[in-house]
């Protein structure tokens, strides 16, 4: 429960995730949670938003790996057997 404006949210999300896409480091861990500390400072602990940044990162990264990976073992079993092209 952060109470922060949605105006707010709606320049300086943008801004954040601007700045973690320049290719400083991988994946823009790191930048992104830097960078949402530093904007969003004034309205949350740095712990809330250090969990924020995080979880964003498990969202936009990690989370799709694992479910990309659970397809793979079919996707490997079909494509030997011939099934795919």
Aim: one cysteine or more; a positive charge; glycine letters at 8%.
């Amino acid at each position: 429960n952060v109470p922060i404006p949605l105006n707010t949210v709606l320049r300086l999300v943008p801004l954040s995730l601007l700045i973690s896409s320049l290719p400083i480091t991988l994946g823009g861990l790191g930048i992104r949670e830097c960078t949402i500390l530093f904007l969003f400072k004034s309205y949350a602990s740095a712990e809330s938003l250090l969990a924020v940044g995080v979880l964003y990162s498990f969202v936009e990264n990690i989370f799709p790996l694992l479910i990309n990976c659970s397809f793979t073992g079919f996707f490997i079993k079909n494509m030997f057997r011939g099934k795919i092209s």
